[in-house]
């Protein structure tokens, strides 16, 4: 039969067939890896010269950015301090204006007390006038050493008494109570 040294021989002839065939077919293929080591070798030189700046960029960026994010927060707080502020200024204008229509009433409330008073005519300072000068001969009866001096002071008082009440009435303008009307409901007059 045939010789084992012939299959031997053809067993490696075909073994080497196969594996010039798997060599030949691997060629492009190991060309194309060649080539794909070589741009990744390329790729990794650019990453390295780089992403380092880029990186400390980005780094950069951030911290601006959180910087920003600062001086936007104090601007909203300073916003909001001076939003403070003025609506404190308005609230104070508002009270300084209230207090002011408060003082202006009560000064034309016065005045208008004051002109009622002084056209109503001058019975109550004849009163007045007759309180002083009780008083004052009071202090003067107290002062007086002698009652002879006392008498001819009275006299002389009542003297002026009189005087000055028949010019007080003389001069007096009569006060018609009923033409008079009242404005103000805070102001009460005494009609007697």
């Known amino acids: 039969m045939i010789d084992p040294l012939f299959w031997l021989g053809l067993?490696?002839?075909?073994?080497?067939?196969?594996?010039t065939a798997v060599l030949v077919a691997a060629l492009p293929?190991?060309?194309?890896l060649a080539?794909?080591?070589r741009s990744a070798e390329k790729l990794f030189d650019t990453l390295r010269r780089d992403l380092p700046p880029t990186l400390e960029a980005i780094r950069l960026t951030g911290l601006e950015i959180s910087d920003l994010t600062d001086d936007v927060s104090q601007g909203v707080q300073s916003a909001s301090n001076v939003a403070k502020q003025v609506d404190q200024r308005i609230d104070n204008a508002v009270k300084q204006a209230q207090k002011v229509e408060v003082g202006t009433r009560s000064v034309f409330t016065g005045v208008k007390v004051a002109w009622k008073t002084f056209t109503r005519g001058t019975r109550r300072s004849s009163d007045r006038f007759l309180a002083e000068q009780r008083s004052r001969k009071r202090d003067r009866i107290s002062n007086i050493p002698y009652p002879e001096e006392s008498e001819e002071n009275n006299a002389a008082f009542l003297e002026q008494y009189r005087s000055y009440t028949t010019?007080?009435?003389?001069?007096?303008?009569?006060?018609?109570?009923?033409?008079w009307h009242d404005d103000n409901d805070d102001v009460e007059t005494d009609e007697g």
């Open 167 to 179: 010019n007080i009435e003389s001069s007096q303008v009569p006060y018609d109570v009923s033409n």
């Open 11 to 19: 067993s490696i002839l075909l073994v080497a067939v196969s594996l």
């Open 29 to 32: 293929a190991l060309q194309e």
């Open 35 to 37: 080539r794909a080591a």
